[in-house]
């Protein structure tokens, strides 16, 4: 099971989209992917859980994110295969992890933690909470944003990841983004 978490090895620059529920991050992921003219990885996890909520009516629960994130693994190692320089991840391990720890208290699988932490990305785009709540079947937390976030930023601090925060309106943020990714890509030599 193990190897179903770990990422292929990929000679690409790899961008994951990262923060609280309902902050823009496949609006963002799908305007970055066609301005870079590359793929994106979508979150496995929605697809999984829309498909359990509409089966059973049931939420995500502790045994599910295993699943979730082999899921992920598995599609981000596909796509990294079809990606040009950039692969833009709607969200990574990490964020599975986030998740994991704020919904059953404290607790990550010991696995899922140890690929969350090993698997390598260039830079995280931190989406702000500024943009307005919309909630769907699987959103359940519109009086958390703020907790949620800070938690987010801590967690991207305590691993010393490279990130940056992105606040403002759709244009404001591609703009944001792709400068930054302008400037790794520039420094890749890519």
């Avoid at 990574?92 to 899922?112: F, N, Q, R």
């Avoid at 944001?176 to 890519?190: N, P, R, S």
């Amino acid at each position: 099971m193990e190897e179903k978490l770990k990422q292929e090895p990929a000679d690409i620059v790899k961008i994951v989209l990262f923060g609280p529920e309902s902050t823009g991050k496949t609006t963002l992921s799908e305007q970055l992917a066609r301005h870079y003219r590359t793929v994106w990885v979508p979150e496995y996890a929605r697809e999984y859980l829309q498909e359990k909520w509409n089966n059973e009516r049931k939420t995500c629960e502790p045994k599910d994110l295993l699943p979730i994130a082999e899921g992920q693994m598995r599609l981000e190692n596909k796509l990294s295969k079809k990606a040009t320089d950039l692969l833009i991840c709607d969200t990574d391990l990490l964020e599975t992890k986030v998740y994991s720890e704020a919904y059953y208290v404290g607790h990550c699988d010991s696995i899922l933690e140890k690929y969350a932490l090993q698997n390598e990305y260039e830079l995280y785009l931190l989406t702000y909470i500024d943009v307005p709540w919309i909630g769907d079947d699987l959103r359940d937390k519109p009086h958390e944003r703020e907790r949620m976030f800070q938690y987010f930023r801590a967690t991207l601090e305590k691993y010393h990841r490279n990130f940056v925060i992105l606040k403002g309106d759709k244009k404001k943020r591609l703009a944001t983004a792709v400068g930054h990714i302008d400037a790794l890509l520039k420094l890749k030599g890519t």
